[in-house]
């Protein structure tokens, strides 16, 4: 077996597999986030090869976790959990067995070159997604840009307009730039800041920058015929950036872990609903309203 060393928003995983060159010609996106062996601790570690895992049904199915439309099915096992990760025709391309605080993960994957990519990057999205749950990490559905040292991330429900926003702020904002399009990492660092990370995972945005910032706010979105924004309370803005994570609500020790790091952010970062057309005033009306202009 040969190790691939990496680190997501200033967390250490490993990947076990004896064909280190395939693995990395699968994970093109990873790239940026290869390191050395560093001498820290795994959130987590995976094995991956041949029938280390089969896509039967194991245990109880306890739920459905959604990539990006995707359901993927997730049994509970004597051992953790057991994903059988399928593509959009609803073929198995992964299946992946893991521990019950993900820091152990098994994956075998199946199919063609791009049905295996596309099941190992889902593997591990959902690995780190969950690990990193327990360092006060959350992975969101979200669009980032940067702008002066700063990171912005817009939320809502596919197909509200999160990339249209971003690429309104970049269009019309001088120095504004694309972090991360769809799966950034926010973190609450030990200090109490909240920093968003660029990660592997980007959607349908090949964006994959390993950089940090501070985050200055968090804007849900809206689609309307008009331009209107304001800070959510405390409640709302809470229901707004849990929605936007990736969680399994079933698993109450990572469920917990990110209702307090969501807590964390709500009390440190604000929070608003942007009512908006997709045009530069909203744009311009998102950066006044944040920077008090």
């Not at 889902?122 to 990490?137: D, G, Q």
């Not at 030990?190 to 959607?203: A, H, L, Q």
């Not at 609500?249 to 709500?266: E, H």
Request: hydrophobic fraction near 40%; include cysteine.
């Amino acid at each position: 077996m040969e190790t691939l060393h990496f680190q997501v928003a200033n967390l250490y995983f490993t990947l076990h597999t004896p064909q280190a060159e395939e693995l990395k010609e699968l994970l093109p996106s990873y790239a940026p986030f290869h390191v050395k062996k560093l001498d820290e601790p795994a959130i987590f570690t995976a094995t991956i090869d041949d029938d280390l895992v089969d896509t039967a049904p194991e245990g109880q199915e306890v739920g459905q976790f959604d990539c990006g439309g995707t359901n993927h099915a997730v049994y509970l096992t004597t051992e953790g959990y057991k994903f059988v990760i399928s593509d959009w025709e609803k073929r198995p391309v992964c299946a992946m067995r893991t521990s019950a605080d993900m820091a152990t993960v098994r994956i075998t994957t199946m199919g063609a070159e791009h049905a295996r990519r596309y099941g190992l990057n889902n593997a591990l999205m959902i690995a780190f997604s969950f690990s990193s749950a327990y360092h006060k990490t959350i992975l969101m559905h979200a669009s980032v840009t940067l702008w002066q040292g700063k990171g912005h991330l817009f939320l809502g429900v596919s197909g509200t307009g999160k990339s249209t926003h971003s690429s309104l702020w970049i269009k019309h904002l001088e120095g504004a730039e694309l972090l991360n399009d769809d799966n950034p990492a926010v973190r609450c660092a030990d200090d109490g800041s909240i920093e968003v990370y660029g990660t592997p995972w980007s959607g349908k945005t090949p964006c994959y920058r390993n950089m940090k910032a501070p985050v200055a706010a968090f804007v849900d979105l809206e689609q309307h015929p008009q331009n209107i924004i304001q800070r959510e309370q405390t409640l709302k803005a809470f229901s707004d950036i849990l929605v936007s994570c990736s969680v399994m609500s079933w698993d109450k020790p990572s469920y917990r872990c990110i209702l307090d790091t969501v807590t964390a952010i709500v009390s440190r970062v604000p929070v608003y609903h942007l009512q908006c057309r997709p045009d530069e005033e909203a744009a311009l009306l998102c950066q006044r309203t944040i920077y008090g202009a």
